[in-house]
């Protein structure tokens, strides 16, 4: 992933967009829609219908970033509103784009049959394999 400046807002546009629009029509909504300037170096993700692409949006000094990613399998997370917008960390931003889902984020740890005393104890006299 392109690492973002400090200080750059991350936008979701809630909702569905015509995933055919490409530059201008991606900024029209960004100032319409989320009454934003999409000039001012922020990041704004479009979703399409079937929930499988995203777009993004982006401004910086030198000229604007239109990037798309499609999901092979599965779809992107996205917000139940109509419409607005949704702020997202650089985190989030991750894992919205790996697919997961970054609202609730679940970590879990492995699961031991033997206590960690136990296995230690295994361990040290040479019992466990």
């Known amino acids: 992933m392109i690492s973002l400046p400090a200080g750059t807002r991350i ?3 809630a909702g569905v ?12 909504k ?3 829609a989320l009454e934003e ?3 001012g170096g ?3 993700i479009f979703r399409g219908r079937r929930g499988d692409l995203v777009k993004i949006l982006w401004a910086t000094e030198d000229g604007i970033w239109l990037l798309a990613k499609r999901l092979e399998r599965g779809h ?4 139940q509103a109509d419409g607005g ?6 985190a989030q931003l991750s894992m919205l784009l790996e697919g997961i889902d970054w609202r609730q984020p679940v970590t879990s740890r492995p699961k031991l049959g033997l206590s960690s005393r136990a296995m230690w104890r295994e361990i040290a006299w040479g019992v466990a394999h």
């Open 11 to 13: 936008w979701i546009a």
């Open 17 to 28: 967009t015509d995933m055919r629009c490409g530059f201008q029509g991606l900024a029209a």
């Open 30 to 32: 960004v100032q319409t």
């Open 37 to 39: 300037d999409p000039l």
């Open 42 to 44: 922020n990041v704004y």
């Open 76 to 79: 992107f997370i996205w917000p």
């Open 85 to 90: 917008k949704v702020h997202l960390s650089s």
